[in-house]
């Protein structure tokens, strides 16, 4: 397992923009593929956001497409998730996850390593 770290959440209003960053320094992101996910209250875990490992390939759930850009800075092993946008539906605490392997991942069990969760707040 790899240990991770989310950093970034906060309380802002609607239509506004958060940026989140998934750091784990002792991996290479490049062989890694690394998701976003998300849990509001009451709600299972749901995919948001992947960047896959070695062609960065991404993938976004409908509900984010368009508003959500995920990214990956392999200099300074982190992943970001930028967030435009942001409905009070977007509320939840939002996890990084990795993986090694190729191609893209969506869903909880392709994932062994997680990060602590980062709470996001969008509300009026």
């Known amino acids: 397992q790899v240990h991770i770290v989310e950093s970034g959440g906060g309380w802002l209003q609607p239509g506004g923009s958060l940026r989140l960053s998934c750091a784990a320094p002792?991996?290479?992101?490049?062989?890694?593929?690394i998701g976003w996910f998300r849990q509001a209250p009451g709600k299972e875990r749901e995919a948001v956001s992947c960047?896959?490992?070695?062609?960065?390939?991404?993938y976004y759930a409908d509900s984010v497409k368009g508003r959500f850009t995920i990214s990956r800075d392999s200099a300074k092993n982190t992943v970001y998730l930028q967030m435009n946008s942001l409905k009070p539906e977007d509320t939840a605490v939002y996890y990084c996850?990795?993986?090694?392997?190729?191609?893209?991942?969506?869903?909880?069990?392709?994932?062994?390593?997680w990060g602590q969760g980062t709470q996001v707040t969008v509300s009026s």
């Open positions: 960047i896959g490992s070695f062609d960065g390939r991404t």
């Open positions: 002792e991996i290479t992101y490049d062989n890694y593929i």
């Open positions: 996850a990795a993986t090694s392997g190729l191609g893209v991942a969506t869903t909880e069990g392709e994932y062994d390593s």
